[in-house]
């Protein structure tokens, strides 16, 4: 096995090693999906999330193992990424890679610090009459801006992607998971508004995105309110299209 841990946790590497050692057999489930698992445990007097990735099919296997980093391999270094650029995400603590003998990779693991969230972004997204809802929009588009100020393109920037904490009366924290899929680059207004498209924003709350994102990066809100109601449009057009002819395929 290699493990690669942050700096601030040097001398908990044999208990980091122990908590993919029971990963199986010890701790509490939090997402059990068709490729990967995510499970919380301690780590010392801390609560951690340990992230497990299935083994690749073999093709993958030797594009993971020789061409390209891992995904856990990935979600530590744009966690760092992250941290170092004053944006939240869960702390990284380290990333876990077995091999075969033949250097195939196989299993892989990442550890985070848990993080206790008040609720994500999909809560709100789906529910007209959530409190604060459009204060915690606009902070959430600051937050976003940020990001791509960053040169963030965060591939995933879906409503279940983003961890909320309220903090004080009126203010928010996000938090970025899920965090394997990214590229980093400057990115254009088209770019930058095509970044949204997969929150399934409403047409009111297009407005409060795009009047907020244009104070912010000084474009005019007409233009930014057009890119981006037509960016979702589309987005939600294609989704609905592909999830008909699903429907329509499995009645053949």
Not at 76 to 92: S, V
Not at 127 to 142: G, H, K
Not at 178 to 196: G, P, Q
Request: some cysteine; proline content about 3%; glycine content about 4%.
């Amino acid at each position: 096995m290699k493990i690669i841990h942050h700096p601030k946790y040097k001398n908990q590497e044999n208990s980091i090693l122990q908590l993919v050692t029971v990963f199986f057999t010890d701790g509490e489930l939090i997402v059990k999906g068709a490729r990967n698992i995510i499970k919380s445990n301690f780590l010392g007097s801390g609560k951690v999330n340990i992230k497990f990735f299935q083994k690749p099919g073999w093709f993958k296997s030797i594009i993971y193992s020789f061409f390209r980093s891992t995904k856990a391999k990935r979600s530590f270094d744009y966690a760092n990424y992250l941290i170092d650029h004053a944006i939240l995400t869960p702390f990284p603590i380290a990333y876990i890679e077995s091999r075969s003998g033949l250097g195939l990779l196989k299993d892989s693991y990442y550890i985070c610090q848990q993080i206790d969230y008040d609720f994500t972004i999909r809560e709100l997204i789906h529910d007209p009459l959530f409190p604060e809802r459009n204060m915690i929009l606009e902070q959430f588009a600051a937050f976003t801006f940020k990001m791509h100020e960053a040169k963030v393109n965060f591939l995933d920037h879906s409503p279940g992607n983003t961890l909320v904490v309220k903090k004080d009366t009126g203010k928010y924290e996000f938090y970025l998971i899920d965090l394997n899929r990214m590229n980093f680059k400057n990115l254009s207004i088209e770019e930058r508004m095509d970044n949204f498209k997969k929150m399934w924003l409403s047409k009111t709350m297009v407005k409060v995105i795009a009047k907020t994102y244009a104070k912010l990066s000084n474009e005019p809100e007409e233009k930014l309110h057009a890119i981006l109601l037509e960016k979702t449009t589309q987005f939600k057009r294609k989704i609905t299209r592909k999830k008909y002819l699903k429907r329509k395929i499995g009645k053949i």
